[in-house]
Nanobody
């Protein structure tokens, strides 16, 4: 099994910064990608940023230029640096890990709340 532990959420004023961390443990061989998703009240969960095992990154248009995803392979940890936060960034942020062992398996963290006040 895979365990994902997220941290770093909180309350910040508009224009502020936060850094989210997601530490993976357990059966984490054959990782294809890790990423961050978010879900605001009444909305669907959406991709925020993704980083593949080959270090290719993908960002939602709404966060390009403000958020940066990175990883520390030695620590099996992925980070999301969020700068110039806006009230519309308020959501629960979830970490996801995708493995491939013949088929793809997705694992989710428990989520961390990010609230941006105006």
């Amino acid at each position: 099994q895979v365990q994902l532990v997220e941290s770093g959420g909180g309350l910040v004023q508009q224009g502020g910064s936060l850094r989210l961390s997601c530490a993976a443990s357990g059966s984490i061989a054959s990782i294809v990608a890790m990423g961050w998703y978010r879900q605001a009240p009444g909305k669907q969960r959406e991709l925020v940023a993704l980083i593949t095992s080959g270090s290719t990154t993908t960002y939602a248009e709404s966060v390009k230029g403000r958020f940066t995803i990175s990883r520390d392979s030695a620590k099996n940890t992925v980070y999301l640096q969020m700068n110039n936060l806006k009230p519309e960034d308020t959501a629960v942020y979830y970490c996801k890990l995708r493995r491939r062992t013949g088929v793809f398996y997705d694992y989710w963290g428990q989520g961390t709340q990010v609230t941006v006040s105006s």
